[in-house]
């Protein structure tokens, strides 16, 4: 079955850099993504990547994708306050339903 | 276009009551998603639409739940005889044919006294 594990919290310090990490069990997942969700609000598609890609860069953002161990993960470079959230990984199996399965969000928290 | 909206964004209701969410996605979108989120979970697929045609449905969706799209452009969620473990977060989410991105609306809040 599908299973996308996700730490729950994480706590950094203005400027310093955060990795949130995941793990996925669907090994025909194609699309892998990252959304952020800020308090009371819907979900903000921040990045994806393609299966057959091991990294993505986009500005501050950098995805890194193990396929062999399964194990995504996004570093924030240069952490801001504005980046507290919660962030969920989730992939999407193949098929043309595009149906994300998502994990259960890590907390990150940026402190001053 | 300003992205997806939802209405209304709280509602609170008395259990036994039905309830009614509507959705307006992106205007070019053909696909619409309907979540639900409870606290300290992801969301957790309901029900999904190709045009007006509902393609798919979760196990989640009791026979209390009905969605429908009926002109392929908003849809509505209703909850008959609402229960307190109804009470979450219902997101709505559309993206275009093949897309492979889900653009998301800010969620109506369920509350089941």
């Known amino acids: 079955g599908e299973d996308v594990e996700q730490s729950l919290f994480l706590s950094v310090r203005e400027g310093d850099s955060s990795v949130i990490n995941c793990t996925y069990t669907d090994s025909s997942s194609t699309y892998l993504y990252w959304y952020k969700q800020e308090p009371g609000a819907g979900l903000q598609l921040l990045t994806y990547?393609?299966?057959?890609?091991d990294m993505k860069q986009d500005q501050r953002l950098t995805v890194l994708l193990n396929k062999k161990d399964k194990h995504l993960s996004l570093r924030i470079a240069d952490t801001q306050t504005g980046d507290s959230a919660i962030y969920f990984c989730a992939e999407n199996p193949s098929g043309g339903s595009y149906i994300p399965t998502f994990g259960r969000g890590t907390s990150l928290i940026v402190h001053p | 276009d300003t992205g997806v909206s939802q209405n209304p964004r709280h509602k609170i209701t008395k259990r036994g009551q039905n309830v009614t969410f509507r959705c307006d996605p992106i205007?070019?979108?053909?696909?619409l998603y309907w979540y639900r989120q409870t606290l300290g979970q992801g969301p957790e697929f309901l029900t999904y639409?190709?045009?007006?045609?509902?393609?798919?449905k979760s196990r989640l969706l009791s026979d209390r739940f009905s969605a429908e799209r009926p002109k392929g452009s908003f849809s509505t969620l209703e909850i008959q005889r609402t229960e307190q473990g109804d009470s979450a977060m219902y997101l709505c989410a559309s993206s275009p044919d093949r897309g492979y991105e889900q653009f998301f609306g800010p969620g109506t809040r369920l509350t089941v006294l």
């Open positions: 639409f190709q045009n007006e045609a509902q393609l798919e």
């Open positions: 205007s070019e979108h053909n696909r």
């Open positions: 990547i393609f299966s057959n890609m």
